[in-house]
């Protein structure tokens, strides 16, 4: 069981939604690989990479920032191809995911290859990604209770993007109150463990 960690936070070992990450990868038990979005400087798509996801022109003919999207892209939806179990961790920020993460999104979604649209709709092409596990730390309150939920635009977003691929067996492990000490919540990680731990388990 290949499990590939996208880490979207950049506190490194100050972060408490990476740590919690780690655990849930460590949990499977097999190889591990791991994709740190910042250290990575995901790139962004341009004009001509996105002309060439249609179909239009030509890998030979882009420019260096274009063929780096391409390139990275290409890299980044084999990784997903080559996955068993899915983690990604990350912080809320300004009530959404980190902008790193959407340019991850913004590549693996990719037309025509890990989903496709005909006269029947959308489909999703990721079938191989069996579990995926979503940890997300935030300060504020409770964003899954009213009033807060309102302000969640981060895990609507990422369990709608990861169903658009086929994704669908996803579990969200929120830990909530949590500041920059990630010392600060031991409690509420001993829950997310317990979750994710119960999760892999089933
Ligand atoms: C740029 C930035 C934006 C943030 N926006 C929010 C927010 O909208 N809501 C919230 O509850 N916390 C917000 N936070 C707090 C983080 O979600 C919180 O500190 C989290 O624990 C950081 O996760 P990490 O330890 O994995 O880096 C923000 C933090 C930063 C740095």
């Known amino acids: 069981m290949k499990t590939l960690h996208i880490v979207g936070s950049p506190r490194a070992e100050r972060s408490l939604s990476r740590k919690i990450g780690e655990f849930a990868a460590n949990s499977v038990g ?54 068993d179990v899915l983690v990604i961790s990350a912080p809320m920020w300004n009530f959404g995911m980190p902008g790193a993460l959407k340019a991850w999104f913004d590549l693996v979604l990719k037309v025509n290859d890990t989903f496709s ?18 940890v997300t730390t935030a300060w504020g309150g409770s964003y899954e209770t009213a009033p807060m ?25 929120r830990l909530e109150g949590v500041n920059a000490d990630p010392d600060s919540v031991p409690a509420k990680t001993a829950d997310a463990e317990k979750a994710i731990s119960e999760y892999l388990s089933a």
């Open 30 to 83: 097999g190889p591990i690989e791991t994709l740190d979005v910042h250290a990575e400087k995901v790139p962004f798509h341009t004009a001509s990479s996105i002309a060439l996801n249609y179909g239009f022109g030509d890998y030979a003919a882009l420019d260096a920032d274009s063929k780096a999207a391409i390139d990275a892209q290409k890299r980044y939806v084999e990784q997903l191809r080559s996955a």
């Open 117 to 134: 649209m005909d006269q029947n709709g959308y489909h999703g092409h990721i079938k191989n990604v069996k579990k995926a596990i979503i």
């Open 149 to 173: 939920d309102a302000y969640d635009y981060f895990t609507g977003h990422v369990l709608t993007a990861l169903g658009f691929i086929g994704i669908t067996d996803v579990k969200l492990v």
